[in-house]
């Protein structure tokens, strides 16, 4: 059974820093492209940041030079470091794993294993 568990989220003032982990079980990492997704209320799901088992990477516009994502595919964990944190980065997080294009990996759609989500909310 395949499980992505996302932990360290929560509420930041504006300009804060939060670190999300997600810890996979039931499949290798490695063997797939891993994404983290956002979806804020009454708003479309957005990938926000994605890294290739070759290792391509993607970031959105609106966070690029502020998140990073890595991954430690002999921890089987997957992490998205988020700096200056701003309220517009106020959403539930989902990290997921697939197997898309490598040029589609910013496809949140494309991928098939999806984590809980972890909320994280952001104070002006």
């Known amino acids: 059974q395949v499980q992505l568990v996302e932990s360290g989220g929560g509420s930041v003032q504006a300009g804060g820093s939060l670190r999300l982990s997600c810890v996979v079980s039931?499949?290798?990492?490695?063997?797939?492209?891993m994404g983290w997704v956002r979806q804020a209320p009454g708003k479309e799901r957005e990938t926000v940041a994605a890294i290739g088992r070759n290792p391509s990477s993607y970031y959105s516009d609106f966070v690029k030079g502020r998140f990073t994502a890595s991954r430690d595919n002999a921890k089987s964990t997957f992490y998205l470091q988020m700096n200056n944190l701003q309220p517009e980065d106020t959403a539930v997080y989902y990290c997921?794993?697939?197997?898309?294009?490598?040029?589609?990996?910013?496809?949140?759609?494309?991928?098939?294993?999806w984590g809980q989500g972890t909320q994280v909310t952001v104070s002006s």
């Open positions: 039931g499949l290798a990492i490695r063997n797939y492209h």
């Open positions: 997921a794993a697939g197997t898309p294009p490598s040029s589609l990996i910013s496809r949140a759609d494309l991928y098939g294993y």
